[in-house]
């Protein structure tokens, strides 16, 4: 046999991906993980229980469970103002495959995808994946959108990926923005994939306004949802699109082929939380509240980063001035005992910058700050001959 070769989707992914590969070692303090520290809400994990003891152990539906479909069809609806069929859901292994599977399932070899930039490093693995090209435009000086470079950028464009709040910047978009995002979709005729898996983490009384909201992207906009960040369930893997039928079965069958049928108790779950709804997350996102003001005031504190505090989602994405690249930045603190995601994994426009997570308990925040001052401080002493 010949030397082994990857295929070039591999090797598309592999030299164009920037997203790390590893998990912090012991008396690291992470810093890094966009995961939440709480456990799951107890009535959903009583919900998964229940389901394994009532036999849901059985492959189902590739579409996902129908009584979770119905429920979520009928969230969707409720935010749309207009009906969405539960054959207008698809139920996913988590946000991840759902991006992916959709990215895939509409995108062809060659395909612009235009993604704001910074912005969270799946969207571009996914059109390396599938052969299409990312094209970042980058944001403004306070990460919103530069919707004249946007606007140019979507003419002969596929799709525009929108990450609404913003991972890593922490970006709550405007209702302004978004019906410019919405006109220049239907001028441009381009697919809108709008993630909102951070739709219930958002701060200081801010309106949140779901693209679903604009009957006018009915037609192109592929919604993308999980239960991951709102209700700590990251290692449960469900997530769901709504999208156009003809959409849904696409991604269907580029799902069924990946994943196959999603896990038949975990949906159970998910059905629990969708039910009960995000009042079960409000106490995390009461504490997300106050870990960001105290990772704020100490990031304020290290001289030579600048925090301009988030409008949602448990990210602080800061700026430095040392003249030194954000991988080999974080490699530093790495050696300095603090994870952290470099800042250049989001795009271009993410160069000298760092992002650090407070999904975490303040005393982490505390001491991983302080670790990330020494190292700073340590870096900013001239070198002596």
Known sequence: MEKFKPSFA??????????????????????????????????????AVEALRSGYTHYIDFSGDPELRETLAAGVSSIAGERYGADQIFVTHGGTAAITSTIVAVANPGDRIVIPDPNYSLYADAAYLAGAVPVFVPTREDYHLDLEALDRALAGARMLVICHPCNPTGAVFRRDELEAIAAMAQRHDVLVLSDEAYCEIVYDEREFVSLLTFPELRDRLIFCQTF????????????????????????????????????????????????IGPKLAEPMRREYAKRRELMVQHARGIEGLEARAPEGTFYLFARYDLDI????????????????RAGSEYGPSGE????????????????????????FERLARPVRA
């Open 325 to 340: 690249p954000a991988r080999d930045m974080a490699g530093r603190l790495l050696e300095g005992g603090v994870a952290v």
């Open 228 to 275: 991951s960040k709102t209700f700590a369930m990251t290692g449960w893997r469900c997530g769901y699109i709504a999208a156009p039928r003809e959409i849904v079965r696409a991604v269907g069958f580029i799902s069924r082929t990946y994943n196959g049928a999603p896990n038949a108790a975990v949906q159970r779950a998910a059905l629990a939380a969708a039910r």
């Open 10 to 47: 591999t090797t598309r992914v592999e030299q164009g991906s920037q997203r790390p590969t590893y998990r912090p070692g012991p008396g690291v303090i992470s810093l890094m993980l966009g995961e939440p520290d709480f456990d799951t809400p107890e009535a959903i994990t009583d919900a």
């Open 352 to 375: 000298h910058h760092v992002r650090f997570s407070f999904a975490t308990s303040s005393e982490n925040i505390v001491e991983g700050l302080a670790r990330v001052r020494g190292v």
